[in-house]
């Protein structure tokens, strides 16, 4: 019998077997081939045999060395990486890769296709070490804003390029749904009540942290099945690779009614967030929590194939409410638990708005902490984390994206000077780097940079640096690539954090419509953080680059990205001229460039139907996907599909988070962005007409409709990613 299958029918011993056959059978979830890990060397060539596949037999992997470091040597058709784990080997081979061969592997696109049949050899031998121990990857966020519906096809890539890319700790929350199932059948609930607190897939992040629960629908058991088996094949996969697996620990979520039901227990009430009904919180200090705490570690290990070193967990979350309890006291609660369960392991917490308190950090062993910090490129006012956290280790982490926002850019110039300085000072607590962004696969160079950062043993002179990513991202030198991305490097990605800002601003095509617009989330930056003009220039010159190094999905990637970017820029000048138009009463210049908006949506959402990656249809199918029938199937792309709109309740819409995901997706903006404002601007129009205010439109309303109801959504990419930013090159040329 498969192990997946063997795992759904075993592994769950409060509920059903028929449950786990259901999950089974409406959800492919591949299977091992033999139970156990493989040994380190076959993890690596298995790794490189499913990314190299024409190349992988002239690579010995020999599992060998001091800790964190590669050697990489050899001659043509013949090269040789060492490392301690599969996963620093495969890191070596990624230097090779880029270093030497001129290849490239990205979240975001690769190109391989340019390899020669015999892979070039080296001049002796390349040793590399990293710089800081702890390199952690995956926002919380990350399942949410990424794909909640994603399947192991998409992990088993993402985990091999977390591998080249140097990681070594990855976020795992697939399948915690279904641990907290199981552990609350043991404090006096039934399967279906806690069914009905669990989220829906795509708003577990925010569960997790304990934000909400319970919305939009209660998940179906097979769910909890079919999750808990990718989760824990996620899991083992990241044990494979020699990376540690970084699980939810348990700090104190409970269910309504827990005291009544567990006499003695003490919670707290943590009132709302954003218009949500936030979960009580069970007193730390007690031994209810311990008990809780001891049956979700145990329940864990069993669910997902033994214990790990590192747990995630943010005690009171961005405005959590400690009512009487000592934040003190709590702290030493939550570790004294996570202690008892696994001895010796670090909790890990996110460092961002005012967590974590020093209240937490002075409470617990600083040794078994380690704070992820989210801000460390965002304020020009952070520059002492040893005085801010007490001297708790810490990594330095980078937001760069929140929500999934399509808009190209980070703070590159920041992150070498600032890692350097915060590593090497005297008393230095910088222990790793944490790549954060809210959602991944974005933003390629911002993330092969990033990564380098703690495997540089030299000053890192960012203009070579993008001049070298040009030549590997698409195989050969270029003229036309190297000047692009030098407009890249001093626009998008030459921004810095004087402006207390970590990511680029987001388009107003897909902000709720007002002549006044200045961004689409309201937590977004009001304007470019950029010249749009010096921007442009880039897709002319991509647009140039020699047909020889056009076939990759690297280029037809970048090349999508910057013509995206630049009509969107162009959607800050045209809204004005509108505006202007509307209040001079001039109906006939309203008419123009309403029109002209109009249009450059309709040529935005055509060039981003030519990439699968930019398809509202394929996000929506993968939910379908998971369901057992077609009600599940209609519940899951409701709860995938208003996490890019309104987000949840119109309370929740009202507070800020609608649109808080926006991106610019073919399916999103031809169709509810496009439904917006031509919505609004016919209401202006006949306003102007009939020489009276425009009516007010309920937003919510619409935005709620059309998203139980989208129409259909194209799930396969159509058109030429190349002739269609050529024609917005001309469109926009003719438009200056």
Known sequence: MPLARRA?????????????VA????????????PGAPDSTSAATAAARRLLPRHWRQITFLTEGQRDTFRVSGRTGDLTVSGDTPGIQLTGLNWYLRHIARAEINWAGEQTGL????????????????????????????????????DWAYWEHELDVLALHGYNEVLVHTGADALYHRVFQEFGYGEKELRAWIPGP??????????????????????????????????????ELGMTPVLPGYFGTVPPGFAERNPGARTVPQGDWMGFARPDWLDPRSDHFARVAAAFYRLQDELFDGPSTLYKMDLLHEGGDPGDVPVGEAARGVERALQAARPGAIWVILGWQHNPPRAILDAV????????DGLSDRFPTVTDREADWGDTPYAFGSIWNFGGHTALGANTRDWPELYEKWRTRSGSKLRGIALLPEAADNNPAAFALFSELAWQDEELDLKAWFAQWAHARYGAPDPHAEAAWDVLRRTAYGTNRADSWSEGADGLFGARPALNSVRAARWSPRRLRYEAADFEPALSELLQVRRSLRDSSAYRRDLLDVARQTVSNRSRVLLPRIKKAYDDGDLARFDELTGGWLSLMDLLDRLLATDSRHLLGRWVADARAWGADDAERERLAYDTLSLLTVWGTRKGADAGLRDYANREWAGLVGGLYRLRWSTYFDELRDALAEARAPAKIDWFALEERWTRDPGPLATVPTGDTHAVATQIRDRLTALS
């Not at 759904?8 to 786990?20: D, E, H, I, M, P």
């Not at 999950?23 to 033999?34: G, R």
């Not at 990350?142 to 994603?150: C, E, H, R, S």
């Open 8 to 20: 759904l029918l075993t592994a769950f011993a409060a509920g059903s077997a028929g449950a786990a």
């Open 23 to 34: 999950c089974a059978s409406a959800v492919a979830i591949p299977s091992d081939d033999a």
């Open 115 to 150: 390899l020669p049949r015999e892979l070039p050899g080296l001049d002796g031998t390349v040793t590399r070490r990293a710089n800081v121990p702890h390199r952690f990857a995956l926002n919380d966020t990350n399942d949410g804003y990424t794909g909640a519906y994603l």
């Open 202 to 239: 795509a708003h577990q992040p925010w569960w997790l942290l304990q934000n909400l629960s319970g919305f939009p629908e209660p998940v179906s058991r097979q769910l909890l099945d079919a999750r808990a088996a990718l989760g824990r094949r996620i899991a083992r996969r990241v044990r």
């Open 365 to 372: 062993d600083k040794a078994r902490m380690l704070v992820v």
